[in-house]
């Protein structure tokens, strides 16, 4: 299982930015998706969940109305278009199933600064 996550950079407050996470070795529409983010010091948080049919999505009360959680099963790709981002966004972002037996990926940074 490998996940690849890609489109962070950096941004000044108020801008968007659009991630991906391209994923290989299993069977992506049998699953539940989730982004996560780490600032440096601090555990992973979760940041938005999508379901694997693409229908049902969740997200942290710190990203909701700012950021959109998609995905697509004929690409085995997830997506995190994120917008008014702000300086507390500045973290390492990773995509992941949620088996525990699966290696992180290498993550994408977001940098939210003026």
């Known amino acids: 299982v490998q996940y690849v996550e890609s489109g962070g950079g950096l941004v000044q407050p108020g801008g968007s930015l659009r991630l991906s996470c391209a994923t290989f070795?299993?069977?992506?529409?049998?699953?539940?998706m989730t982004w996560y983010r780490q600032a440096p010091g601090k555990e992973h948080d979760l940041v938005a969940s999508?379901?694997?049919?693409?229908?049902?999505?969740e997200y942290a009360d710190s990203v909701k109305g700012r950021f959109i959680i998609s995905r697509d099963n004929d690409k085995n790709t997830m997506y995190l278009q994120m917008n008014s981002l702000k300086p507390e966004d500045t973290a390492k972002y990773y995509c992941?199933?949620?088996?525990?037996?699966?290696?992180w990926g290498q993550g994408t940074l977001v940098t939210v600064a003026a």
């Open positions: 999508i379901d694997h049919g693409g229908g049902g999505t």
């Open positions: 992941h199933r949620g088996d525990y037996s699966d290696n």
């Open positions: 070795g299993f069977t992506f529409r049998n699953y539940a």
